[in-house]
């Protein structure tokens, strides 16, 4: 079993950044490879960006790329999404994520946090 806890939502204006991060506690957590995905009201659940088990692939919806920059540090088992050039599009429910090989799909992820709450207010 794994644990995810994420933090660092809130609200932030239009062009601002936010940090999220998400702490896991369980099993190994450099065995595993984590996703970030958000939820805006009446919305489905959508893939933002994800990270192999050590980092060295990443992988970015076309959304967020080149504001958001997903980052692991395997001795803290934290997985951190910096997100730069915020917009109001952007708010919604993130979720951290985890499995064992990675993807983009919600239903290949067998691990979530409970979600934070960022708003970007126009």
């Known amino acids: 079993q794994v644990h995810l806890v994420e933090s660092g939502g809130g609200l932030v204006q239009a062009g601002g950044s936010l940090r999220l991060s998400c702490t896991a506690s369980?099993?190994?957590?450099?065995?595993?490879?984590m996703g970030w995905f958000r939820q805006a009201p009446g919305k489905e659940r959508e893939f933002v960006v994800g990270?192999?088990?050590?980092?060295?692939?990443?992988y970015y919806a076309d959304s967020v790329k080149g504001r958001f920059t997903i980052s692991r540090d395997n001795a803290k088992n934290t997985v951190y999404l910096q997100m730069n050039s915020l917009k109001p599009e952007d708010t919604a429910v993130y979720y951290c994520?985890?499995?064992?090989?990675?993807?983009?799909?919600?239903?290949?992820?067998?691990?979530w946090g409970q979600g934070t709450q960022v708003t970007v207010s126009s």
């Open positions: 990270i192999s088990w050590d980092g060295s692939s990443t």
């Open positions: 994520s985890a499995n064992r090989w990675g993807g983009s799909y919600s239903s290949e992820y067998g691990y």
């Open positions: 369980g099993r190994i957590f450099s065995n595993y490879a």
